[in-house]
Protein backbone atom coordinates (compact mmCIF):
# COMPACT_ATOMS: atom_id res chain seq x y z
CA UNK A 1 0.00 0.00 0.00
CA UNK A 2 1.40 3.62 -1.30
CA UNK A 3 2.23 5.80 1.82
CA UNK A 4 3.33 9.14 2.86
CA UNK A 5 4.67 8.86 6.82
CA UNK A 6 5.34 11.67 8.66
CA UNK A 7 7.67 10.87 11.79
CA UNK A 8 6.01 11.67 14.72
CA UNK A 9 2.36 11.65 15.94
CA UNK A 10 2.65 13.95 18.55
CA UNK A 11 4.98 16.43 19.08
CA UNK A 12 5.69 18.05 22.59
CA UNK A 13 8.33 21.44 21.78
CA UNK A 14 9.50 24.24 24.21
CA UNK A 15 9.19 27.82 22.97
CA UNK A 16 12.17 28.56 20.75
CA UNK A 17 13.32 25.22 20.07
CA UNK A 18 14.15 24.87 16.63
CA UNK A 19 11.54 21.88 15.07
CA UNK A 20 11.79 19.10 12.54
CA UNK A 21 8.86 17.70 11.20
CA UNK A 22 9.63 14.64 8.66
CA UNK A 23 7.70 13.46 5.52
CA UNK A 24 8.26 10.38 3.27
CA UNK A 25 6.76 9.12 0.59
CA UNK A 26 7.24 6.37 -1.23
CA UNK A 27 4.51 6.69 -4.35
CA UNK A 28 8.13 8.79 -6.49
CA UNK A 29 5.89 11.84 -6.51
CA UNK A 30 6.95 14.92 -7.74
CA UNK A 31 5.15 16.74 -5.61
CA UNK A 32 5.03 17.34 -2.09
CA UNK A 33 2.77 19.87 0.41
CA UNK A 34 3.23 21.62 3.95
CA UNK A 35 -0.36 22.21 5.85
CA UNK A 36 -1.76 23.15 9.03
CA UNK A 37 -5.16 22.15 10.38
CA UNK A 38 -6.63 24.44 13.20
CA UNK A 39 -10.29 24.40 14.31
CA UNK A 40 -12.84 27.23 12.45
CA UNK A 41 -9.51 28.06 9.97
CA UNK A 42 -9.19 24.57 7.89
CA UNK A 43 -6.48 23.32 6.09
CA UNK A 44 -3.69 26.56 4.81
CA UNK A 45 -1.00 26.01 2.89
CA UNK A 46 3.18 26.22 4.61
CA UNK A 47 5.10 25.37 1.58
CA UNK A 48 5.01 23.09 -1.59
CA UNK A 49 7.67 21.90 -3.85
CA UNK A 50 7.61 20.57 -6.71
CA UNK A 51 10.97 19.16 -7.52
CA UNK A 52 13.83 18.16 -5.19
CA UNK A 53 15.57 21.65 -3.86
CA UNK A 54 12.67 23.04 -5.06
CA UNK A 55 10.51 25.28 -3.03
CA UNK A 56 7.22 27.69 -2.76
CA UNK A 57 5.94 29.50 -0.23
CA UNK A 58 2.34 28.91 0.62
CA UNK A 59 -0.19 30.82 2.00
CA UNK A 60 1.68 31.34 5.75
CA UNK A 61 5.02 30.29 5.41
CA UNK A 62 6.38 32.85 8.32
CA UNK A 63 8.48 31.00 10.95
CA UNK A 64 8.68 28.01 8.46
CA UNK A 65 11.67 26.40 6.13
CA UNK A 66 11.29 23.75 3.82
CA UNK A 67 13.99 21.04 2.93
CA UNK A 68 13.82 18.60 0.03
CA UNK A 69 17.07 16.86 -0.77
CA UNK A 70 15.87 13.95 -2.24
CA UNK A 71 12.99 13.25 -3.93
CA UNK A 72 10.97 10.92 -1.25
CA UNK A 73 11.62 13.59 1.89
CA UNK A 74 10.34 17.00 2.32
CA UNK A 75 10.99 18.35 5.72
CA UNK A 76 9.26 20.96 7.46
CA UNK A 77 11.53 23.25 9.91
CA UNK A 78 10.32 25.79 12.63
CA UNK A 79 12.87 27.69 13.53
CA UNK A 80 12.09 29.13 16.52
CA UNK A 81 9.07 27.44 17.88
CA UNK A 82 5.83 29.31 19.29
CA UNK A 83 2.92 28.95 20.63
CA UNK A 84 0.86 30.17 17.83
CA UNK A 85 2.76 27.30 15.68
CA UNK A 86 0.74 24.68 18.47
CA UNK A 87 -1.35 23.13 15.27
CA UNK A 88 -1.85 19.50 13.03
CA UNK A 89 0.88 19.72 10.58
CA UNK A 90 -0.10 17.17 7.66
CA UNK A 91 1.79 16.74 4.66
CA UNK A 92 1.04 15.23 1.38
CA UNK A 93 2.31 13.97 -1.84
CA UNK A 94 1.31 14.16 -5.69
CA UNK A 95 1.41 13.47 -9.01
CA UNK A 96 2.67 16.43 -11.53
CA UNK A 97 -0.56 18.33 -11.66
CA UNK A 98 -2.11 17.89 -14.73
CA UNK A 99 -2.55 14.27 -14.21
CA UNK A 100 -6.05 14.94 -11.46
CA UNK A 101 -5.20 12.32 -9.13
CA UNK A 102 -5.19 14.46 -6.24
CA UNK A 103 -3.24 14.44 -3.14
CA UNK A 104 -2.68 11.54 -0.81
CA UNK A 105 -1.86 12.97 3.19
CA UNK A 106 0.29 11.51 5.92
CA UNK A 107 -1.59 10.59 9.22
CA UNK A 108 -0.07 13.70 10.45
CA UNK A 109 1.69 15.53 13.31
CA UNK A 110 0.11 17.33 16.36
CA UNK A 111 2.44 19.22 17.46
CA UNK A 112 1.86 21.26 20.82
CA UNK A 113 4.17 23.97 21.75
CA UNK A 114 4.93 24.88 25.72
CA UNK B 1 -11.06 36.27 -0.15
CA UNK B 2 -12.64 33.05 0.78
CA UNK B 3 -11.55 31.06 -2.52
CA UNK B 4 -13.31 27.82 -1.51
CA UNK B 5 -16.62 28.09 0.53
CA UNK B 6 -18.13 25.05 2.26
CA UNK B 7 -21.18 25.72 4.66
CA UNK B 8 -19.41 23.76 7.85
CA UNK B 9 -23.17 22.19 8.77
CA UNK B 10 -23.32 20.58 11.08
CA UNK B 11 -25.81 18.26 8.81
CA UNK B 12 -27.65 16.16 10.90
CA UNK B 13 -29.58 13.04 9.10
CA UNK B 14 -31.15 9.70 9.53
CA UNK B 15 -29.68 6.63 8.46
CA UNK B 16 -31.32 6.07 5.06
CA UNK B 17 -31.56 9.95 3.69
CA UNK B 18 -30.32 12.20 1.27
CA UNK B 19 -28.13 14.56 1.81
CA UNK B 20 -26.19 17.42 -0.66
CA UNK B 21 -23.41 19.59 0.21
CA UNK B 22 -22.62 22.27 -2.31
CA UNK B 23 -18.99 23.87 -2.38
CA UNK B 24 -18.08 27.50 -4.39
CA UNK B 25 -15.23 28.68 -5.77
CA UNK B 26 -14.25 31.99 -6.48
CA UNK B 27 -11.64 31.37 -9.25
CA UNK B 28 -13.35 30.67 -12.67
CA UNK B 29 -9.80 29.35 -13.81
CA UNK B 30 -9.45 26.33 -11.45
CA UNK B 31 -8.86 23.25 -13.42
CA UNK B 32 -9.57 20.31 -10.90
CA UNK B 33 -11.70 19.48 -8.24
CA UNK B 34 -11.78 16.78 -5.24
CA UNK B 35 -13.97 15.72 -2.18
CA UNK B 36 -12.45 14.15 0.84
CA UNK B 37 -13.48 12.71 3.46
CA UNK B 38 -12.01 13.21 7.35
CA UNK B 39 -12.59 11.41 10.30
CA UNK B 40 -11.95 12.89 13.31
CA UNK B 41 -8.40 13.48 14.28
CA UNK B 42 -7.14 11.41 10.89
CA UNK B 43 -6.02 13.30 7.99
CA UNK B 44 -8.35 13.83 5.44
CA UNK B 45 -8.71 10.81 2.58
CA UNK B 46 -9.64 11.17 -1.11
CA UNK B 47 -13.70 10.54 -1.76
CA UNK B 48 -13.40 11.35 -5.36
CA UNK B 49 -12.21 13.42 -8.23
CA UNK B 50 -14.94 15.69 -9.86
CA UNK B 51 -15.11 15.44 -13.56
CA UNK B 52 -16.83 18.06 -15.98
CA UNK B 53 -19.75 15.29 -16.86
CA UNK B 54 -20.47 14.64 -13.22
CA UNK B 55 -19.36 11.22 -11.83
CA UNK B 56 -20.57 8.56 -9.23
CA UNK B 57 -19.15 6.13 -7.05
CA UNK B 58 -21.72 4.02 -5.56
CA UNK B 59 -24.00 5.68 -3.15
CA UNK B 60 -21.84 8.99 -4.32
CA UNK B 61 -22.31 11.13 -6.58
CA UNK B 62 -20.37 14.73 -7.89
CA UNK B 63 -21.23 17.56 -9.26
CA UNK B 64 -18.97 20.09 -11.13
CA UNK B 65 -21.50 23.36 -12.31
CA UNK B 66 -18.90 25.75 -13.50
CA UNK B 67 -21.04 28.59 -15.20
CA UNK B 68 -21.93 29.07 -11.47
CA UNK B 69 -18.93 28.01 -9.84
CA UNK B 70 -19.67 25.13 -7.45
CA UNK B 71 -19.25 21.67 -7.39
CA UNK B 72 -21.72 19.19 -5.46
CA UNK B 73 -21.29 15.68 -3.22
CA UNK B 74 -25.00 13.79 -3.42
CA UNK B 75 -24.84 11.21 -0.62
CA UNK B 76 -27.70 8.29 -0.92
CA UNK B 77 -28.83 5.92 1.63
CA UNK B 78 -26.31 7.66 4.25
CA UNK B 79 -24.64 5.26 6.30
CA UNK B 80 -23.85 5.70 10.06
CA UNK B 81 -19.93 4.97 8.90
CA UNK B 82 -20.49 7.97 6.76
CA UNK B 83 -20.45 10.72 9.33
CA UNK B 84 -17.53 12.42 8.63
CA UNK B 85 -16.09 15.79 7.25
CA UNK B 86 -15.90 16.24 4.03
CA UNK B 87 -13.88 18.73 2.55
CA UNK B 88 -13.87 20.38 -1.47
CA UNK B 89 -10.18 20.87 -3.28
CA UNK B 90 -10.12 23.20 -5.70
CA UNK B 91 -6.64 23.87 -8.53
CA UNK B 92 -6.40 26.78 -9.39
CA UNK B 93 -4.22 26.07 -12.00
CA UNK B 94 -1.11 24.73 -13.07
CA UNK B 95 1.60 25.69 -10.77
CA UNK B 96 -0.78 25.82 -7.54
CA UNK B 97 -1.50 23.57 -4.71
CA UNK B 98 -5.09 23.05 -3.71
CA UNK B 99 -7.36 25.11 -1.81
CA UNK B 100 -9.41 23.75 0.80
CA UNK B 101 -12.50 24.34 1.88
CA UNK B 102 -13.30 24.30 5.87
CA UNK B 103 -15.33 21.11 5.33
CA UNK B 104 -19.01 20.06 6.22
CA UNK B 105 -19.87 18.02 8.99
CA UNK B 106 -22.06 14.81 8.49
CA UNK B 107 -23.90 13.10 11.73
CA UNK B 108 -25.91 10.31 10.16
CA UNK B 109 -28.03 9.12 13.44
CA UNK B 110 -29.74 5.38 13.85
Known amino acids: DVKVTQSSRYLVKRTGEKVFLECVQD?????MFWYRQDPGLGLRLIYF???????EKGDIPEGYSVSREKKERFSLILESASTNQTSMYLC?????????????FGSGTRLTVV | RKEVEQDPGPFNVPEGATVAFNCTYSNSASQSFFWYRQDCRKEPKLLMS???SGNEDGRFTAQLNRASQYISLLIRDSKLSDSATYLC???????????FGKGTSLLVTP
Open chain 1, 49 to 55: SYDVKMK
Open chain 2, 89 to 99: AVNPGLGYALN
Open chain 1, 27 to 31: MDHEN
Open chain 1, 92 to 104: ASSLPQGQGLGYT
Open chain 2, 50 to 52: VYS
